[in-house]
């Protein structure tokens, strides 16, 4: 279907409005990416199988994601935004359907890779249709809503499993009927979405391919990266086996208790990036990298000290880790990628996320397995922590780098301009 454009506002843009509501099927996909998550201690007792087993079903979401982000960023800049959401969506119906009957392992598996080759489409064409219907003008309004769906969705998604699996009666099956509803009013949303005529490109090149940025925004994609991969790898890690430590800490498998903490580590995210929106991006990303570090340290002190308070605190700390990181990232590509890459772009910041996202949790559920719930997850903590302390360290390498460089830029356009510094370097 070609892109099509509604009536838009003054100067050409679209109503504010319409920004907000482009986001809702970013918000709608993730709130089914983690529904699940409270209702694995069901699939548990009725299927049967294990920690590291659990990961595994996790963890497929995770590559179905990374597949689809090979193609999704790039048929999004090509063929536009709408031909590549549409199937998305309807692929996340057909995955709510699989849940919902799902009796075996093998069920669960393919409910994941569904979830995830949707959520992979829509990270990079959704998040980038946010951004088009922005128009270039509230590209910093654009980064923050679709940056805000994201972790909003994905802590509605188990709150609302939740407390739907303990009010009402078939717990496995209710919560996707639901999402499949809320799924097709954003498949609406985007059939009426008043996307630009030029949002699809015809640029050459393999349709399947590692996602990439345009030259000379690398290091924008790799402060963003180094910060934003240890702050989802750690909400990862809280929402596939926060439960097993609930029920370690609490004695409880209240499937209300693990969804409102899987939510509460979301509003921390979606607050967060409100509360930092008007500050610089190495400032955001530097805050992001500190808030991982401590919600490790306080994670480790939950499994040893078998307390709840710092088990809280470090899904906190996690939820405003990955907010931050997030938000910093898509805000430095927003600013400088254009729109005809920009569905690639995003692509290429979730899969350099993703990928320690999938492996470090899994990595973590069988040596829990095999060395006991309170090493694995120490172990856990140490590795995250670090690389959370060396994505902030290269984010303050990288401006203490910039900083001289835009001194010397105005500097040397002032003796150029009669001692007018260049707007651009007075930005830098």
């Known amino acids: 279907m070609a892109e099509t454009t509604l009536a838009r506002g003054r100067a050409g843009a679209a109503p504010t409005r319409w920004v907000w509501l482009a986001a809702w099927p970013v918000t709608a996909v993730f ?35 990374l597949g689809s982000l090979l193609v999704s960023g790039v048929a999004a800049d090509r063929l536009g935004r709408r031909p590549v959401l549409l199937p998305a969506l309807a692929l996340a119906v057909t995955a709510c359907l699989v849940f ?55 802590g509605l998604g188990p709150l609302l499993a939740g407390v739907l699996s303990e009010t009402l009666p078939a717990p496995t099956v209710t919560v996707f009927a639901v999402e499949a509803v809320l799924l097709v009013t954003a498949i609406l949303v985007v059939w009426r979405m008043p996307l630009p005529r030029d949002a699809a490109s015809a640029a050459g090149g393999s349709w399947v391919r590692v996602p990439r940025v345009p030259r000379g925004d690398g290091w924008r994609l790799a402060l963003g990266v180094a910060v934003f991969a240890p702050g989802i790898t750690a909400t990862s890690f809280v929402l596939s086996l926060g439960p097993s430590l609930l029920a370690g800490l609490l004695g409880t498998t209240s499937r ?33 990298a500190v808030s991982t570090t401590l919600g490790m340290v306080s ?7 078998a307390s709840v308070a710092a088990l809280v605190t470090a899904a906190l700390l996690a939820g405003a880790g990955q907010g931050m990181g997030q938000l910093g990232g898509l805000s430095l590509l927003n600013s400088s990628v254009p729109p005809r890459r920009l569905a690639e772009a995003n692509a290429a910041f979730n899969v ?31 590795v995250l922590a670090a690389l959370a302390v060396a994505g902030g360290i290269c984010v303050l390498l990288r401006r ?19 001692g007018q510094p260049s707007r651009k370097a007075s930005r830098s």
Do not use: K
Not at 111 to 130: K, P, Q
Not at 299 to 305: I, R, S
């Open 256 to 288: 209300i208790v693990a969804g409102l903490t899987a939510f509460v580590m979301f509003a921390a995210a979606t607050g967060v990036q409100f509360a930092v929106r008007g500050l610089r991006g190495h400032v955001v990303l530097a805050a992001g």
């Open 400 to 418: 203490a780098v910039t900083l001289p460089a835009a001194a010397s830029s105005r500097s040397h356009t002032g003796e150029r301009d009669g």
């Open 31 to 65: 709130v089914l990416s983690n529904a699940a998550t409270p209702l694995y201690v069901l699939w548990q007792r009725d299927i049967g199988f294990s920690r590291g087993t659990l990961t595994v079903v996790f963890a497929c979401y995770i590559a179905g994601l």
């Open 100 to 154: 919902a009957t799902a009796s075996s392992v093998a069920a669960l598996v393919v409910a994941r890779l569904c979830t995830g080759i949707a959520v992979g489409a829509v990270v990079s064409a959704g998040m980038a249709a946010v951004t088009d219907v922005a128009g270039p003008n509230r590209h910093r309004l654009a980064a923050l809503l679709a940056s805000c769906a994201m972790v909003l969705g994905a």
């Open 352 to 382: 350099g996320g993703y990928v320690p996202a999938g492996l470090l949790p899994v990595a973590s559920g069988y040596l829990s397995d095999a060395v006991g719930l309170t090493t694995g997850a120490t172990v856990f903590a140490a």
């Open 299 to 305: 994670l480790a002190v939950a499994v040893h000290a």
